[in-house]
């Protein structure tokens, strides 16, 4: 059974840093994109970054770029987003998604982790 | 950037009935790159339909999606109890590469 969960979230003020975790199982991790994606009552669902299966290719949406980053480890089977210079506006349910060639969407979702960024 | 609209916000039926969703793209997108995604309070997303019309692992046939260019459909053909939820359009484009997504419809039983 596919399974990801996610963790690391938390309440953080602003200009501060967190770092996201997603472990994996179930599946070869190593062979497929995985992406973080989140979600919030305003602006509902939010695509935040891709990367490959090797690393070889990372994608941030514009939101985030030059202030969060990517990364996995193949070896742990687990997938990171390092955020940094937090905004109000990063306030939200953060959840790491696999995706595939075949569907080019998010096969499968892990269950969220909160962060909540406020003074 | 591509935005997607989803209509109606809210769609109120019995089980039993027919639910049509509507998913508009503000330009043309890939059918290979057009999504459904299923959503339940305090669940993740599930995918549900992918390049349009392909059905993910596990999902029942009463789900079908149709659909090309800059409008598209998620049709379920007898609504059943568990399949009130909200339901979310995506798509992705390769240029620049990102992904969007609709804004949802919450289908709720009347």
């Known amino acids: 059974e596919v399974q990801l969960v996610d963790s690391g979230g938390g309440l953080v003020k602003p200009g501060g840093s967190l770092r996201l975790s997603c472990a994996a199982s179930?599946?070869?991790?190593?062979?497929?994109?995985m992406n973080w994606v989140r979600q919030t009552p305003g602006k509902g669902l939010e695509w935040v970054s891709s990367?490959?299966?090797?690393?070889?290719?990372?994608y941030y949406a514009d939101s985030v770029k030059g202030r969060f980053t990517i990364s996995r480890d193949n070896a742990k089977n687990s997938l990171y987003l390092q955020m940094n210079s937090l905004l109000a506006e990063d306030t939200a349910l953060y959840y790491c998604a696999s995706s595939t060639v075949t569907t080019m969407s998010f096969d499968y979702w892990g269950q969220g982790t909160l962060v909540t960024v406020s003074s | 950037e591509i935005v997607l609209t989803q209509s109606p916000g809210t769609l109120s039926l019995s089980p039993g009935e027919r639910a049509t969703l509507s998913c508009r793209a503000s330009?043309?997108?890939?059918?290979?790159?057009l999504a459904w995604h299923q959503q339940k309070p305090g669940q993740a997303p599930r995918l549900l339909i992918y390049?349009?019309?392909n059905r993910a692992a596990g999902i029942p046939d009463r789900f079908s999606g149709s659909g090309s260019g800059t409008d598209f459909t998620l049709t379920i053909s007898r609504l059943e109890p568990e399949d009130f939820a909200v339901y979310y359009c995506?798509?992705?484009?390769?240029?620049?590469?990102?992904?969007?997504f609709g804004q949802g419809t919450k289908l709720e039983i009347k």
């Open positions: 179930g599946f070869t991790f190593s062979s497929y994109t």
């Open positions: 390049g349009t019309t």
């Open positions: 990367i490959s299966s090797s690393s070889s290719y990372i």
């Open positions: 995506q798509q992705y484009s390769s240029s620049p590469r990102m992904y969007t």
């Open positions: 330009q043309s997108v890939s059918s290979s790159y």
